[in-house]
């Protein structure tokens, strides 16, 4: 057994899966197999769900029945409805009220009793607890803002119907069609923290409710879930301060801040992600008659590769691309929570195949021959 410490256990191999692959040096993305170049292009959220699920792309029937499934699960019971409106009316933050909403489903759940590793109950879990988030984190944003819930519709996709919760009126195609592939992008990554947190969970033979609940906790951390609201709060910055990007940028870096949205623990280059999604956020900047935000994004990129030798990751263009959509800002780390479930629900499944308790070491450097003082001596 080595004694090598590696801290944040990076570099660590601790399992094995066949969900997502990524090539770090080359700037590669791969969805059981397929690129996610590919899956962004031609797959709804939807297929690539099934794919992650169930190994392989769906026959169109097989879809069609899989993307009804999805959506007759949309409603939320009564008393989780109640339990996210009471978090809104009391200005809960948006993941704390996601990560209780999580824990909440569990409750009218008509599987709660089965086995853990229970295959197929998983599988309708996973479902459940997919489709639902998003109605929760629709109902928070509403309820929040003084408005009333919009009941989910059975007739759109995953990606459309939330954007009809959230904003009360259907979505024109292209927005759908960007939230959809901004969901496709965010459904898998490796053993990042939060799926790392939610197969930990798992492997202590935890249920699916509890293991997404860990991963929404663990989603919620500013180094993890939360920087691509930090990106837009700093070009909001920026363009309040009415300064060339650029030299913003200078004087940030010069004061010791930290620029948002850069850097990856896995990624050398840039992000095969925050390619695609620079594309459509340009594309909707077009659309609105208004560059800005894309052109202010692509001035700060060229500087911190030329001056630094860092890449955007996936968080520097899907904050423009959400903020273009008219989504609010807060609400940006809980739509990754509502993409990545689909992810962590696949690991948990993975998990639960071949299970070995999680339980790493650590390197102990405290005292070990302390001479016991008897309190009255102390």
């Given at each position: 057994?080595?004694?090598?410490?590696?801290?944040?256990?990076?570099?660590?191999l601790?399992?094995?899966?066949?969900?997502?692959?990524?090539?770090?040096?080359?700037?590669?993305?791969?969805?059981?197999?397929?690129?996610?170049?590919?899956?962004?292009?031609?797959a709804?959220?939807e297929?690539?769900?099934?794919?992650l699920?169930?190994?392989?792309?769906?026959?169109e029937s097989?879809?069609?029945?899989?993307?009804?499934?999805?959506?007759?699960?949309?409603?939320?019971?009564?008393?989780?409805?109640?339990?996210?409106?009471?978090?809104?009316?009391?200005?809960?933050?948006?993941?704390?009220?996601?990560?209780?909403?999580?824990?909440a489903?569990?409750?009218?759940?008509?599987?709660?009793?089965?086995?853990p590793?229970?295959?197929e109950?998983?599988v309708?879990?996973?479902?459940?607890?997919?489709?639902?988030?998003?109605?929760?984190?629709?109902?928070?944003a509403r309820?929040?803002?003084?408005?009333e819930?919009v009941?989910p519709?059975?007739?759109?996709?995953?990606?459309?119907?939330?954007?009809?919760?959230?904003?009360?009126?259907?979505?024109?195609?292209?927005t759908?069609?960007?939230?959809?592939?901004?969901?496709v992008?965010?459904?898998?990554?490796?053993?990042?923290?939060?799926?790392?947190?939610?197969?930990?969970?798992?492997?202590?033979?935890?249920?699916m409710?509890?293991?997404?609940?860990?991963?929404v906790?663990t989603?919620?951390?500013s180094l993890h879930?939360?920087?691509?609201?930090?990106?837009?709060?700093m070009?909001?910055?920026?363009d309040?301060?009415?300064?060339?990007?650029v030299?913003?940028?200078?004087?940030?870096?010069?004061?010791g801040?930290?620029?948002?949205?850069?850097?990856h623990?896995?990624y050398?280059?840039?992000?095969?992600?925050?390619?695609i999604?620079?594309?459509?956020?340009e594309?909707?900047?077009?659309?609105a008659?208004?560059r800005?935000?894309?052109?202010?994004?692509?001035a700060?990129?060229?500087?911190?590769?030329?001056?630094?030798?860092?890449?955007?990751n996936?968080d520097?263009?899907?904050?423009?691309?959400?903020y273009?959509?008219?989504?609010?800002?807060?609400?940006?780390?809980?739509?990754?929570?509502?993409?990545r479930?689909?992810?962590?629900?696949?690991?948990?499944?993975?998990?639960?195949?071949?299970?070995?308790?999680?339980r790493?070491?650590?390197?102990?450097v405290?005292?070990?021959?302390?001479?016991w003082?008897?309190?009255?001596?102390?």
């Open positions: 057994m080595s004694d090598e410490l590696k801290r944040g256990l990076e570099g660590v601790v399992a094995e899966s066949d969900l997502s692959f990524i090539d770090g040096d080359e700037g590669k993305l791969v969805y059981r197999g397929y690129a996610i170049e590919d899956l962004a292009e031609h709804s959220y297929e690539t769900l099934y794919l699920w169930n190994g392989e792309l769906p026959t097989e879809l069609s029945a899989f993307a009804d499934a999805m959506s007759a699960e949309r409603d939320l019971d009564d008393d989780t409805l109640e339990t996210v409106t009471r978090l809104a009316e009391a200005d809960e933050e948006p993941m704390a009220a996601m990560r209780t909403a999580a824990s489903l569990s409750a009218a759940d008509p599987d709660t009793d089965a086995e590793t229970d295959p109950a998983n309708r879990k996973a479902r459940r607890i997919t489709a639902k988030l998003p109605t929760a984190l629709a109902a928070f309820v929040r803002d003084g408005e819930p009941e519709r059975e007739d759109l996709g995953h990606a459309e119907n939330f954007l009809y919760m959230l904003n009360g009126e259907v979505p024109d195609e292209v759908a069609d960007v939230f959809d592939q901004a969901l992008l965010h459904a898998d990554h490796g053993l990042n923290a939060s799926t790392f947190s939610a197969t930990v969970t798992a492997s202590t033979l935890a249920d409710h509890s293991a997404v609940t860990s991963a906790g989603l919620s951390g879930g939360g920087a691509n609201a930090n990106v837009m709060r070009l909001q910055e920026v309040e301060a009415d300064e060339d990007p030299e913003w940028v200078k004087r940030a870096l010069e004061e801040r930290r620029v948002a949205g850069f850097g623990r896995v050398n280059v840039k992000d095969p992600r925050a390619k999604l620079g594309d459509r956020s594309e909707l900047g077009e659309a008659g208004d800005k935000w894309y052109e202010m994004s692509v700060i990129e060229e500087y911190m590769a030329e001056e630094k030798g860092l890449a955007p996936v520097f263009y899907s904050a423009t691309t959400y273009q959509m008219g989504i609010p800002i807060d609400v940006y780390t809980p739509i990754f929570a509502v993409s479930v689909g992810g962590w629900a696949a690991h948990v499944m993975e998990q639960f195949e071949d299970n070995r308790l999680i790493p070491r650590a390197r102990y405290g005292e070990k021959d302390a001479e003082v008897p309190i009255d001596e102390r």
